[in-house]
């Protein structure tokens, strides 16, 4: 078989546009993680921590929507759904929460699959957006009415913490944005002019943020709680899940517009992505349950806070690496041909 050019993007099946994005939206998430226990006392790191957090889980939920287009339910998706998503997730809820109950000295900390704990919340989510994947492809209207059940949820403080539901429903519209996006608007994103456009977009992002961060509730960002429990008046929801959502996507596009589409050194770590995102939680968890974050109050300061970026950023650059990948892919990527019928096995490829 005649080998594929290396500079040829289906060399590998992976587009490296894609794969950057992805590795670049993990490493915002692993540095926004690392501040919120230091940034207390800082407007601009508060602002900042805003800005990442509007866009850079709807990003990485929008890209996972645009790749879940092709989800119909078949058999061979059922498995792939069920190993890459149903079984991280069970394995890392239980891990979790064992290291709540000993690193965290909570010896009565429940084990509970219904409740996700910190950031295994996506993977729940993941598993719910994708199995209702063929309803918002047969829909006329997916994403308005995804928008509307978002903000349902806001209004909805009895939501219930079971699967973080809250936070499914208001990231929903996200997911479905993806699912109807094509490969023409990320090229028309990737364009000169809109790629010049993103970074004065930012700027002025960040000097707004700078003016709202001691006036704004954190909570609005999180998405997982209503209107009502934030302080605000019921009929407020649909107005504010709207603003919060086309805030999300033009940052979400600017975010985007910038990312390079040509591979990169960290190209290759875009396969890693649910490596890092999974592992990095221990590592902040850690720093939090045994006092590092609190004993080094140098840590708030304008050079700590550089210390903690690049720190964070080296951790989940790390753990998005092919050794780590392959060390956890008996948990993240198993084949568990045992578990499955022959017949539905061989019933499709895998993606």
């Known amino acids: 078989m005649k080998s594929a050019p290396r500079t040829a993007p289906k060399a590998t099946g992976r587009d490296a546009y894609f794969d950057n994005a992805k590795y670049l939206a993990i490493v915002l998430v692993a540095v926004a993680h690392a501040w919120e226990p230091v940034m207390e006392g800082s407007r601009a790191t508060r602002a900042l921590y805003m800005v990442i957090y509007t866009f850079h889980m709807p990003a990485f939920i929008i890209v996972s929507g645009y790749f879940s287009r092709s989800y119909q339910g078949k058999p061979h998706q059922l498995r792939r759904l069920l190993t890459g998503i149903a079984l991280p997730y069970v394995v890392f809820e239980v891990a979790y929460s064992l290291f709540v109950r000993y690193g965290n000295d909570e010896p009565s900390h ?21 199995l209702t994947t063929p309803l918002w492809r047969i829909v006329r209207w997916p994403l308005p009415i995804a928008l509307v059940i978002g903000a349902l949820a806001t209004l909805t403080p009895d939501i219930g913490a079971d699967l973080n539901l809250a936070r499914v429903l208001q990231f929903l519209p996200f997911f479905v944005l993806g699912l109807c996006l094509k490969p023409e608007h990320f090229q028309m994103l990737r364009r000169r002019e809109v790629r010049l456009l993103a970074v004065p977009f930012f700027a002025v992002t960040l000097v707004f943020a700078y003016w709202v961060a001691p006036r704004m509730n954190l909570g609005w960002f999180y998405r997982s709680s209503s209107v ?39 190209t290759v770590l875009g396969a890693g992505t649910i ?44 753990l998005c690496s092919p050794p780590v990948r392959r060390a956890l892919k008996c948990v993240t990527e198993p084949e568990m041909t045992w578990a499955f019928r022959q017949d539905v096995a061989e019933a499709g490829p895998r993606r």
Do not use: N
């Open 275 to 318: 490596s890092g995102y999974l592992l990095h939680g221990f590592v902040v968890k850690a720093g939090d349950y045994w006092g590092l974050f609190e004993s080094q109050k140098w840590l708030g300061s304008p050079i700590g806070l550089v210390v903690v970026t690049i720190c964070a950023t080296g951790m989940v650059t790390l």
């Open 110 to 130: 429940p084990i509970s699959l219904l409740d996700p704990y910190y950031l295994t919340w996506f993977l729940a989510a993941l598993f719910i957006w994708r």
């Open 228 to 266: 009502q429990d934030l302080g605000w008046p019921w009929w407020s929801g649909l107005v504010v899940i709207i603003a919060f959502f086309g805030c999300a996507v033009l940052l979400s596009a600017a975010f985007l517009a910038l990312v390079p589409g040509r591979r990169a050194w960290f």
